[in-house]
């Protein structure tokens, strides 16, 4: 079943052309180490379980590390409305509701399908936000859930991790298992390190693109649905200068979901490392969300309505 969320063509093109090179990335990779080493199938095996238990149950998953729970109706009235109005807006399923005891103002979206989605908001978001600004923040999220986002980002993001586990288990199995300790024996985990190396630093660069332009997909869907940019502005810029205001030490936890959650937990701008940001720069979100804002007054003018 198709969403009435706005398809993004460009956001399903870069999709499949990262997911397309990070597959000749690591079928490369593997075909590499099969030559170079001997006891592969049973980290090729445990690689594969990982990945389907991280793809099928990404939802608990996640809400079990962000202290999430599923809420009902009864006990947030107001949050499942905007949710209902959302779903009936969009014509997909309604997800599951869930909210983190965090104070940390933010929201993310998880599930491998429409079907199994889970949305989730801290309870400092919902401190903070007026019912509008909710709205285009739980939009935002939904967006992530009818583009498929969060399915693609699992199993992208999960592949960056074959490279390390292949390389620890290469080499314990040499330490502890009486591998010849010779000049060969060296050249390989030269050699096998060296290219773990080199498909980390691609894939890292590829994910990080993808989901930065991901973010910029979803706002611009969130918008167009919502009618209503402005709201996801004022979304963005209270969320933003919360979270900097909140000390470093305690957005550690919380960094390594940053690719899931809303805006990320950077605090204070991160400079350089802005180009490995999982998320685009403030301004340019709002720059996208003024432009927005422009194309749906030109719209509604008379006689330019289409």
């Not at 997911?19 to 049973?42: E, H, T």
Request: aromatic share 8%.
């Amino acid at each position: 079943m198709r969403s009435r969320f706005r398809s993004d063509r460009q956001l399903t093109v870069r999709m499949t052309v990262t997911m397309f090179l990070l597959g000749l990335l690591y079928v490369a990779f593997v075909v590499a180490l099969i030559v170079l080493l001997k006891s592969w199938v049973l980290v090729v095996v445990v690689v594969a379980g990982m990945l389907g238990a991280q793809f099928w149950f990404s939802d608990r998953i996640a809400l079990f590390a962000m202290r999430g729970r599923v809420v009902e109706r009864e006990e947030y009235p107001g949050l499942h409305s905007v949710v209902d109005r959302l779903s009936a807006m969009a014509d997909m399923p309604k997800p599951v509701v869930a909210v983190s005891d965090m104070d940390m103002p933010n929201a993310f979206a998880t599930g491998r399908n429409a079907d199994h989605a889970v949305v989730c908001v801290t309870t400092g978001l919902l401190r903070r936000l007026e019912p509008a600004e909710l709205e285009g923040v739980l939009a935002h999220e939904m967006a992530h859930v009818a583009h498929k986002d969060v399915a693609v980002i699992t199993i992208a993001s999960f592949l960056g991790v074959i490279a390390g586990l292949i390389v620890r288990f290469a080499f314990y199995s040499q330490l502890f298992g009486g591998g010849r300790r010779d000049q060969n024996t060296a050249v390989v985990f030269a050699v096998v390190m060296g290219v773990s190396a080199a498909v980390y630093a691609i894939s890292f660069l590829l994910i990080r693109a993808l989901s930065r332009y991901r973010e910029l997909a979803a706002d611009r869907a969130a918008a167009l649905l919502t009618g209503r940019p402005s709201a996801l502005a004022s979304a963005l810029t209270k969320v933003s200068g919360d979270i900097a205001r909140i000390p470093t030490k305690d957005l550690r936890t919380a960094q390594a979901f940053n690719a899931f959650y809303f805006t990320p937990a950077l605090g204070a701008e991160p400079g350089l490392a802005r180009l490995f940001s999982t998320h685009p720069s403030l301004q340019q979100r709002l720059d996208q969300l003024g432009r927005i804002s422009g194309e749906l007054g030109r719209a509604a003018e008379p006689g330019k309505a289409g």
